[in-house]
């Protein structure tokens, strides 16, 4: 049987334009459909302007850090028009790169929504397409939680991105690492930022001691953390938005702005005719394998519509598997072990492996850990007590160091070398064998004793 295209891609996101871009390279006749800007949330609302937004959120404590070296700044003022407008500047630019980069793989764009009407056609527009594989990269949509009254005054952190001015009075819900890394970057543009979460610490899944060096440092920095607060309620009044938060006792705070929604994401798969193939969803993820092919064959999903890891590498490393196994002849899987990331959080973090709460619960008292919290050199001179973290964790049977994290100024940098080291099983030998960068604060990693 022959098909209009030997891959359909279902979304023109991280992992989606990597997918296509791979198949083509190895001959395949591919088509993306994307209903949005090219690039998907990591280039459109997500990673990418989120960075150049703390990047922003940096200066005013630099300009301050400076005066320790000698400098003398003048009074600061900071304009939110312009930063914003800079940034979606940079977010368009992308756009066309991406564009120009399917355009070079002569992968054929369809800027319009895709359903499927069976597993081998798609209805993009009015027209049907069909293909002999379909790939389902359609990417994740804020979580609205529907048990807080008022919910519907909050806003989602895609919409940050396009607000004309600065809220200065900011209510985020939830402590995952979104809320958080915006709890910071307002914080530091100098908004009132209160953060409520029902847990008493933000970050969970993250190693304790990371959670709790970056929430005392967030809270230093001045953003208002109100923690163990099951329910809320908002209300829209006169003076603004008023949460009332209930925990242990009850407070009420005046927001211009409350949300970002950062209490989770879900997978995006509405209005996508699932129900016209044998693909599964299972807790509202489409179920895949190893291979990431669903139940119907020829039909395969990556991303975080598949709720695996949710992390832009993650979906583009996922897609490329798959294009090598099916149009490469390279039969291969996506391995999950030692994925590193990072909380763009000021401090931020950078974390790989197994946090100590994994590492015990699997091998018992067979690890040691090795921690280390400094002050790093640059914010002696700048008068600052900000602490770095350092902590990497060892089997002690087998000597492989399975577990680094960090919290301090560059974090994201210094792990992603880390990552490589517990990615080829170093050990602890290893790395005591390695020769520091002096000064730096990245040669604790191989000193610590
Ligand atoms: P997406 O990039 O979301 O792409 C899916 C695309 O499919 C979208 O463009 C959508 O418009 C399109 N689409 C959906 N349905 C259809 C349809 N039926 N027809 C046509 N098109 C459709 N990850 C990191 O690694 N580092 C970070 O620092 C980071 N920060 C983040 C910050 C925020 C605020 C958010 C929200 C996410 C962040 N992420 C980060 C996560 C990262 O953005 C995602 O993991 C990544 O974008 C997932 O890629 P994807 O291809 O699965 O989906």
């Not at 190895?26 to 703390?54: F, H, I, Q, S, W």
């Not at 938060?245 to 409350?258: C, L, N, S």
């Not at 291979?291 to 590498?313: F, H, K, M, W």
């Amino acid at each position: 049987m022959s098909y209009d295209y030997d891959l359909f891609v279902i979304g023109g996101g991280s992992g989606g334009i990597a997918t296509a871009r791979r198949a083509a390279q190895y001959g395949a006749k591919v088509a993306v459909a994307e209903n949005d800007r090219l690039g998907g949330t990591c280039v459109n609302r997500g990673c990418v302007p989120k960075k150049l937004m703390v990047y922003a959120s940096h200066f005013p404590s630099q300009f301050a850090e400076s005066r320790g070296y000698g400098w003398t700044v003048g009074d600061g003022s900071f304009d939110w028009s312009k930063m914003i407008t800079a940034v979606n500047n940079e977010v368009t630019r992308l756009n066309g790169i991406y564009q120009g980069m399917l355009d070079n793989s002569q992968v054929e764009l369809f800027p319009l929504h895709a359903k499927f009407i069976d597993a081998h056609t798609v209805e993009v527009g009015d027209k049907k397409v069909t293909a002999d594989k379909i790939l389902i990269a359609v990417g994740g949509k804020p979580h609205r939680p529907s048990n807080i009254p008022g919910i519907e005054h909050a806003i989602v952190s895609d919409d940050i991105f396009h607000f004309p001015e600065q809220p200065k009075r900011v209510v985020i819900l939830g402590g995952g690492y979104i809320g958080c890394e915006f709890a910071c970057i307002l914080n530091g543009l100098g908004s009132e930022v209160t953060q409520v979460i029902r847990a008493d610490k933000i970050l969970r899944g993250f190693d304790d001691d990371l959670c709790t060096t970056i929430q005392e440092a967030m809270q230093q920095h001045g953003v208002r953390l109100l923690n163990n607060c099951p329910d809320m309620v908002i209300e829209k009044t006169e003076e603004g938005l008023k949460v009332t938060v209930k925990g242990e006792g009850e407070e009420t705070v005046i927001a211009d702005v409350v949300g970002f929604a950062a209490t989770g994401r879900n997978p995006n798969l509405d209005n996508l005719g699932l129900e016209n193939t044998k693909v599964e969803v299972k807790k509202g993820a489409i179920a895949v394998n190893e291979y990431s092919q669903t139940a119907e064959e020829n039909i395969y999903s990556v991303g975080d519509c598949t709720d695996r890891i949710n992390l832009t590498p993650v979906a583009i490393n996922e897609g490329r598997a798959f294009a090598d196994t099916v149009f490469g002849g390279n039969s291969r899987t996506m391995s999950y072990e030692n994925v590193p990331s990072a909380i763009f959080t000021t401090p931020e973090a950078g974390t790989v492996g197994l946090t100590e709460g994994e590492a015990r619960e699997k091998y018992g008292d067979e690890i040691k850990v090795y921690r280390s919290k400094f002050r790093p050199m640059y914010y002696t001179l700048a008068g600052k007590d900000e602490k770095t973290l350092m902590k990497l964790i060892v089997h002690t049977e087998s000597d492989r160091v399975i577990g680094a994290h960090m919290v301090g100024d560059h974090a994201a940098e210094i792990i992603q070398g880390v990552a490589i080291a517990l990615k080829t099983g170093a050990t602890k030998a290893n790395f005591d064998a390695t020769v520091g960068i002096h000064p730096s604060s990245a040669e604790e990693f191989v000193t610590m004793r």
